[in-house]
């Protein structure tokens, strides 16, 4: 499955954005989604992961009550809308897609979206 992440850029601390990854080549629904984000100088870390019918989603407990994953499987598409942005939130933002379940491994990457966060 190929991935197109889009969406990001600079925005004031307390802002919002909303990140789309818009997915082509396989069937969708075969698999769950997630996105990921990687810091300057830091390991990736992941941000939210969502179930094939995007019913069932586990946040990075960083970003709980401001960031909602979502998916629509009928556009072939996924969703990370961002609230209240903090400084810590920049970095590079990354879908993923994994066959089956969202705790398996993600072989499909998109080419990340930068979100750059101001204080």
């Known amino acids: 499955v190929q991935l197109q992440a889009s969406g990001g850029g600079l925005v004031q601390a307390g802002g919002s954005l909303r990140l789309s990854c818009a997915a082509s080549?396989?069937?969708?629904?075969?698999?769950?989604m997630g996105w990921f984000r990687q810091a300057p100088g830091k390991e990736r870390e992941v941000v939210v992961a969502?179930?094939?019918?995007?019913?069932?989603?586990n946040y990075a407990d960083s970003v709980k009550g401001r960031f909602t994953g979502s998916r629509d499987n009928a556009k072939n598409a996924v969703y990370l809308e961002m609230k209240s942005l903090k400084p810590e939130d920049t970095g590079v933002y990354y879908c993923?897609?994994?066959?089956?379940?969202?705790?398996?491994?993600?072989?499909?990457w998109g080419q990340g979206t930068q979100v750059t966060v101001s204080s």
């Open positions: 993923a897609a994994a066959r089956g379940s969202w705790s398996g491994r993600y072989d499909y």
């Open positions: 080549g396989r069937t969708f629904s075969d698999y769950a």
């Open positions: 969502i179930s094939r019918t995007g019913l069932y989603t």
